[in-house]
């Protein structure tokens, strides 16, 4: 399988497409169910993680887009526990004998990636990770079209993918929430930090209210907007620009200054 370099322009575009990854309000919901799925089976991936090195919130999403999130059925692929592999990867793991342990075979699908805690598991490291995973095919041959498998249902990516093995469709359009777009939403959250993205103080922030609701005052909006993508700037934080300077805006405010924003009942 073709594969490319971690590069530094890769990294470059990798963090800048994360930066300004923005969700599609109409999945919003779908994205949220998903995540709050990934954070509840959060021991199960931190056991995963604990046998491979492998960050909890990778395999978290790997479950996702491979097995959609089914404990009975390969990491690999999705393919049932109770036998081998038959779509490609086939014929995993190489060993044992099924049926297999949803561990063991998770244990088998990353060290096929040769992934571990030697990995570079910073933000870019990650997604390069990520689409690694999937294949570049995108990248290679349709590099007009972002991979959906990191970037469906953001605003950046609209349409185009493969239908088939070796079938490209620029109509065709992914019906799956990318694995990038999951890890912001997490992010978002703070349910995840990534290891070259730790919290970091700034200076003379930027201040709006704090308010659950969207104001009907384009400059109040625009102000609590800058406000977020101002708190984007700072390694480890990743807030929803959306205009409402509610409760997880004012924690991200509180982790960069130490106070939350003016008006927040718990301040």
Known sequence: MA???????????????????????QAARLIENIVDKLVDNKETYEAANEASGVPWHFIAVIHNMEASLNFKTHLHNG????????????GRPKTGQPPFSWEESAADALALKGLDDTTDWS?????????????????????E???????????????????ADGRWSD????????????LRRMAERRDIEFED???????????????????????????????????NTVPGIF???DGVPGERTSNAYRAVTGVYLPGDPRG
């Open 3 to 25: 594969t490319l370099t971690l590069t530094n322009a890769l990294r470059l575009e990798y963090e800048d497409l994360f930066d300004t990854c923005i969700v599609r309000s």
């Open 79 to 90: 393919d049932p526990l109770n036998a081998r592999t038959v779509q490609v990867p086939k």
């Open 123 to 143: 933000l870019a490291g990650t997604l390069y990770q990520l689409e690694r995973y999937n294949g570049f095919g995108y990248r290679l041959y349709h590099p």
């Open 145 to 163: 079209v972002l991979t959906p498998y990191l970037w469906s249902y953001s605003n950046h990516y609209t349409s185009g993918k493969y239908v």
């Open 171 to 182: 109509t065709a359009v992914s019906k799956q929430i990318g694995g990038a777009v999951l």
């Open 197 to 231: 993205q730790p919290l970091a103080e700034n200076e003379e922030p930027l201040v709006v209210s704090f308010s659950t609701r969207k104001s009907r005052d384009p400059e109040v909006v625009a102000q609590a907007e800058d406000l977020q993508r101002w708190l």
């Open 239 to 241: 807030v929803k620009v």
